[in-house]
């Protein structure tokens, strides 16, 4: 059977991996998920070549990790060329589908894959995939923890930073599997989970997808295969969602803080309400802002269609904590609160924490530049009145400076004072010299942290790390 004809569909565990073993299998790149996805094909005896552009001294802890197994490696400038003869490729997130080499190796006839599409073939047990451009790994761990309350048995992963294929063939059917799940895990996908969640879709890593619509359509992957029976939740308050979800003719939910959908959940009269019953007060819920009370909504929607009850929605939405670099107080050191919102790497999530956080603000900004605007996020930094000062890095510095600028000859508002930095060793100091008591220290950069870290997290713990410091001098 062609791979094509196998991945359409969930198949038989011993069939896929029979073809597997049959197929000469690249994987190209060796990130966290092509790391468990080599361990996991080479312990079922599939022949495995990994290529990745980098030199093996920069793959050393991962190289180490896989020592002894049956793998085969091309690194280096010379990786290109080992994708020569062979029929399946599993592509890393991130990996384009449009790069010369690929498209040089699916004219001569090679397949494409991924880590998260043979997982979905293979996994015997319902999966929940949350995708979305903001909020995917607080509304995925905030899903997890509302079924481990109901009791179910759950297993959480994908671009949450768990690959789960190493753990495909033990996944017992009566569990639930929940994924958050990238554009770029979703772009080759051609079957979907179960129940799927589209939070909301603004611009986003337009550096990657060629077009505003080719990003959407990654994203749309996440339900547009779906079986019979199937359901996707979206969000009733954003057009595009709104428009997607209107689309569907059955299996459609909702959230919305805005106005009573059904099926669904929404806010009204400072309750949560699911399906026209009351689930809990919102001022009841752990998570601050009003970005995670639409998470809450999403989540609470969606794990109800997984078969939670109202109690363990509740009792999570009280009892959840959030997750590390979101909006994370990490220290007050002087009176001077210092937060962590390096999770931040696109200009709505930057607002999103200008609109939760109380003023004063010394806002650092900047970083990998992913080609979104910032004329948006100006103005509110204009208009809003919180930010004191502005600390600007990175390759987008440029940019964002521009944007105040315009932002102020627009609204003749006076832009906050703005300083740059070309290292982050010269900006924390900066930053902790310029803060007054009273003041909040937000990491919420707006950008993606590639220009100076491997993540977003390496970030937010340089920045932990600075606090802790100053804590201890303290």
């Not at 870290?453 to 001098?473: I, S, Y």
Request: aromatic fraction near 6%; charged fraction near 20%.
């Amino acid at each position: 059977m062609s791979w094509d004809r196998l991945r359409r569909r969930r198949s038989d565990a011993g069939q896929v991996l029979e073809e597997l073993r049959r197929r000469r299998v690249a994987l190209l790149g060796l990130g966290v998920s092509h790391e468990a996805l080599a361990r996991f094909l080479a312990g079922q005896g599939v022949t495995v070549t990994v290529l990745d552009r980098k030199p093996p001294e920069a793959l050393a802890p991962r190289l180490e990790r896989l020592r002894g197994l049956a793998v085969n490696y091309r690194l280096g400038e010379a990786y290109q060329d080992g994708l020569r003869g062979h029929d399946l490729i599993f592509l890393t997130p991130g990996a384009r589908p449009d790069e010369p080499i690929v498209g040089q190796a699916v004219a001569g006839g090679a397949e494409l894959s991924s880590e998260i599409e043979l997982l979905l073939l293979l996994c015997r047990a319902p999966v929940l995939g949350i995708t979305g451009s903001a909020g995917k790994t607080t509304t995925t761990a905030l899903i997890g923890a509302i079924l481990e309350r109901a009791g179910r048995p759950v297993r959480v992963g994908g671009n949450i930073g768990r690959p789960l294929i190493e753990e495909a063939l033990s996944i017992d059917p009566g569990e639930q599997v929940v994924l958050e799940m990238s554009s770029f895990q979703l772009e080759l996908l051609t079957v979907s989970p179960e129940i799927a969640v589209l939070l909301n879709l603004r611009p986003n890593h337009l550096d990657a997808h060629q077009s505003m619509d080719a990003y959407v359509a990654a994203k749309t992957n996440i339900y547009r295969h779906q079986q019979a029976g199937g359901w996707a939740v979206f969000n009733a308050d954003e057009p595009r969602t709104r428009e997607l979800g209107s689309a569907r003719t059955a299996g459609t939910a909702w959230f919305s803080a805005l106005d009573s959908v059904e099926p669904g959940a929404y806010l009204a009269d400072g309750l949560v309400w699911l399906n026209r019953e009351p689930v809990c007060p919102a001022a009841d819920l752990a998570l601050p802002g009003r970005h995670n009370l639409e998470n809450f909504l999403a989540a609470t929607a969606a794990s109800a269609l997984a078969g939670a009850p109202a109690e363990a929605i509740a009792r999570a939405g009280r009892e959840f904590p959030g997750v590390p670099h979101r909006l994370e107080l990490v220290g007050e050191v002087g009176g001077v609160r210092y937060v962590n919102d390096s999770i931040a790497t696109a200009p709505d999530r930057t607002a999103a924490a200008l609109a939760t956080l109380p003023g004063p603000i010394l806002l650092v900004l900047g970083g990998y530049d992913k080609k979104v605007g910032f004329a948006e996020l100006a103005h509110l930094i204009l208009g809003g009145g919180k930010v004191r000062r502005v600390f600007l890095t990175g390759p987008t510095a440029d940019q964002i400076e521009r944007a105040l600028t315009q932002a102020a000859e627009e609204t003749g508002l006076a832009p906050p004072p703005h300083e740059r930095h070309r290292r982050y060793d010269e900006l924390l100091p900066a930053l902790a010299a310029a803060a007054r008591p009273g003041d909040t220290v937000l990491l919420s950069p707006a950008c993606a942290s590639f220009d100076s870290f491997a993540n977003f997290e390496e970030r937010g713990d340089l920045f932990r790390r600075f606090v802790a410091t100053l804590a201890a001098r303290a």
